[in-house]
């Protein structure tokens, strides 16, 4: 008999929207979707370069990454983000940090008698990595307090998708010590370490002031897909302790897991250039201040949201509720309890749109028309 991983999986969540997506497609002047986090804004040239340059690439890629892209990020993490003491070989490519994040509990050969644990409200990829490993979860927000032995894997993701919520230095810094004590590997999703507002710096777990220079029991995943708008190439990497990183490697060899050459020199380009780093996040900026006030302004609480590419807003009722007022409006949004139980109540708007779509999107909540 073949099949039946499928079966343990839960439904993929968007193809549940198919009767708002209808209602928001058929607003006159059209959908403004901001139900998912994919970039829309063009590729930089630099990076384009780069990538067009290195497309004669007729041998396999190497699994470990070239030393020039591994040189890259790690002077990346120190000039952007501070983080230290990284050394070339616990850096590692990765097809697309979602790639990843499934297949890790199973490259770590985690199984039945493991416990992952994901944040409350949590990018679904979290739950469904344990699940494909066969590893058992739990959602919460403080693993040191949960009963029982510790969990052999805890993710934490600031700034939170779906909530914006950034965890301080002293938070994560706690965090840590509890890992080490009790034998856990701490796990941080980074994809929007780079897009805090309101003067609010997120940190890595894997910053000085967090864990004292010593990255051992952490990893820190990066994704390239929204400081770079490189969705399209799967463009990330995980750094941090540099035997676990090993251990990846070594059965990502043998499992093919390459990310493909002229990717990997596009990468050390957008990891090398600042400048439309900069440029991407100023957009990000320029729409989320158009898109707070107008939220308010048509009677949405917006909770957290200080970091991230979304605002996670509610009206005090049911998410799919909301979804629907929404959609008669040609907005399309994701509803908050694709995120935990605790989401049920909320919705997600994502930033990413074209100028002209959030221009729309906050013509049509303003409660004057």
Known sequence: ?????????????????????????????????????????PVAPVIRDALAAASSAPGYPTTAGTPGLRASAVAALARRYG??????????????????????????????????????????????GARLAGASWVRSDAPQRL?????????????????????????????????????????SDECYLGLGWDDTAPRSVLHPQVCDGDHTGLLAVHSLSKTSSLAGYRAGF?????????????????????????????????????????????RYARRRALLLPALRAAGFTVDHSQGGLYLWATRGEACRQTLGWLAERGILVAPGEFYGPSGAQHVRVALTAPDERIAAAVDRLDPDR
């Open 1 to 41: 008999m073949y099949g039946g991983r499928s079966a343990a999986l839960p439904t993929f969540p968007w193809d549940t929207l198919s009767d708002v997506t209808a209602l928001a497609n058929s607003h006159p002047d059209g959908i403004v979707d901001l139900s998912v986090g994919t970039p829309v804004d």
């Open 238 to 282: 995980v750094a941090g302790d540099a035997a676990v990183v090993a251990e990846l490697l070594a059965v990502r060899k043998h499992a093919g897991m390459m990310v493909p050459t002229p990717v990997q020199a596009a990468m050390a380009a957008a990891l090398e250039d600042d400048e439309h780093e900069h440029e991407q996040r100023d």
């Open 83 to 128: 983080i230290t003491g990284v050394a070339a070989s616990a850096v590692l490519p990765v097809i697309g940090t979602k790639e990843l994040i499934a297949w890790l509990p199973t490259l770590l050969g985690l199984g039945g008698d493991d416990v992952v644990v994901i944040p409350e409200l949590a990018y679904p990829t979290y739950e469904v």
């Open 147 to 187: 009963d029982g032995a510790p969990p052999a894997l805890v993710y934490l993701n600031s700034p939170s998708n779906p909530t914006g919520a950034i965890l301080t230095a002293g938070e994560l810094r706690a965090l840590v010590g509890w890992a080490r004590e009790n034998g856990v590997l701490l796990v």
